[in-house]
């Protein structure tokens, strides 16, 4: 198949060298030039422009920052929609709003242009070893085609509903991991600044109902002071500003969502946006006493 | 073994039959006598009180609902104290504070009574089918004396620390918990509001770095709108009170904990004290709008 794929950062670039090694023809546009030069000898096509690139594939997939970037390198200048044809899909894989996704979905539609949002989790890693979570929203016989090559990049593949339901489910992923980690953070700095050794309070839990795949792997890095990314702070913040953004807008309360927020806030503004999310058990600590 | 139970309600009761069918001479005293009927015809053995139970047993598990209750029981008129020979074990297995638990052991080894914090996790259903999770504080000699009996009743047990330690880690728990059904009920009633089906989003989630055994089982429960205990709003706000004035005693922030508190304090206010505490997700929701 002749895929096209827009945002080759530190996620995207290993999801489109998936496709790549699965024989499909690859067909690349970056806004940076530098993120190009990785896939210089493996064949890929690069285009002068995504209306360019829109015109000689059947799919294209977007893997950026935000809401607005996709809908630059959508319906801007010199943008998908300028050179698309009739049947092209558009599948976004960025994390942005909802109500954006829902209104793509429109606007191309308009152009006879099939799109789906199908935000993923996973992280990095996830990428790298095409483990991703992807939760799909849009039509059904539309993601039945794109499916094939959706496997070729996560292990967990779900249609979730219609046109912004896969960003939905990615909102509630993002609630759940957010608020697990400040969850775990305020455990394990309440067990250690009781005197108890957090590794035992974290080895005894994961027999029993508390268990998490954050309680396992977070906790553990949380226990090796490991602040990596992993997940930035910076984007964690970014996805519980849509999710909150969202409650707003429909009147919801999303108690402990905002205070999660809240403390990313803080933790971003202290300097360490760049680090991985589970810092935040940082900003627990009584001033002056850090495990290292 | 000549074993003392003390605290047959919901949890107790199972706990103690357990031990009963492994071979164990039961030796049964409670504050309401209605709580031995079921044991008429066992052949365990009542007691007029605490202090007579001690006097014949070689080991005494406490199971009752607060710090105060496990006092009375231990040191109060007629309690374990007065009728207790050197080399008795007291085991408490109760959810009450760590504090409470380092200071019964000090008092009680004044005279010359061992003593270990055992509390445990996994509710009326794990204490039925012996699954319980046991979080153990207390001298490792003793523990490993008490051990085959703790396995009658538990799956995982673990000694994690001395004295309050087990106390601590159940501490670590009931907020990984507590915290945990929060976020959820916050996720899945964002998924209804936002017009997508729950059951897709727990489904497609369970597949990856969101998993937990909250999003599992209390996930499905939220979803069927079965409120029945599992376990009650009214204990898991005593825990999480019991919680926050550790946090407090320590000088330490529990954000996502204390906002936790907030919503269970607001459930039992509106008399649901007695649903198990995933009825979180009905304060949640907008007014009028209920799923059933």
Same mark, same amino acid.
């Given at each position: 198949m002749q895929v096209g794929f827009i945002g080759l950062g530190l996620m995207g670039a290993p999801m489109a060298r998936h496709l790549l090694h699965a024989g499909h023809h690859l067909h690349l546009w970056a806004r940076r030039p530098a993120t190009l030069v990785p896939f210089a000898d493996t064949g890929a096509v690069i285009h002068q422009s995504p209306a360019e690139m829109a015109a000689t594939v059947d *799919?294209?997939?977007t893997m950026v920052a935000d809401g607005p970037d996709v809908e630059q390198v959508l319906l801007g200048p010199?943008?998908?929609v300028e050179g698309a044809h009739p049947g092209l899909v558009v599948v976004d894989? $960025?994390?942005? !709003?909802p @109500?954006? !996704?829902r209104d793509l979905n429109t606007r191309l539609a308009a152009h006879d242009i099939a799109f789906l949002d199908a935000p993923v989790s996973g992280g990095e890693r996830g990428a790298r070893e095409a483990t991703l979570t992807i939760m799909v929203g849009g039509a059904a016989d539309i993601f039945e085609r794109i499916r094939p090559l959706f496997s070729l990049m996560g292990k967990s593949v779900s249609l979730i509903g219609p046109a912004g339901a896969g960003q939905v489910a990615k909102a509630c992923n993002q609630i759940l991991t957010g608020v697990g980690v400040m969850a775990l953070a305020e455990a394990l700095n309440f067990a250690r600044t009781s005197g108890v050794d /957090? @590794? =035992? *309070?974290r080895q005894a839990l994961l027999g029993g109902f508390a268990y998490s795949r954050i309680l %396992? =792997?977070?906790?553990?890095r949380m226990l090796d002071r490991?602040?990596? /990314?992993?997940f930035k702070a910076w984007m964690h913040q970014k996805d519980l500003r849509i999710v909150l953004e969202e409650a707003q807008r429909m009147g919801l309360m999303l108690p402990s969502t905002a205070t999660t927020a809240q403390a990313l806030n803080a933790l971003v503004g202290s300097g360490h946006? %760049?680090?991985? $999310?589970?810092a935040l058990i940082r900003l627990l600590e009584r001033m002056g006493e850090a495990w290292v």
């Open positions: *799919v294209v997939f010199r943008g998908i894989m $960025s994390t942005i !709003a @109500a954006i !996704a /957090p @590794a =035992n *309070v %396992e =792997n977070h906790g553990q490991d602040f990596t /990314p992993g946006g %760049e680090d991985d $999310s589970i």
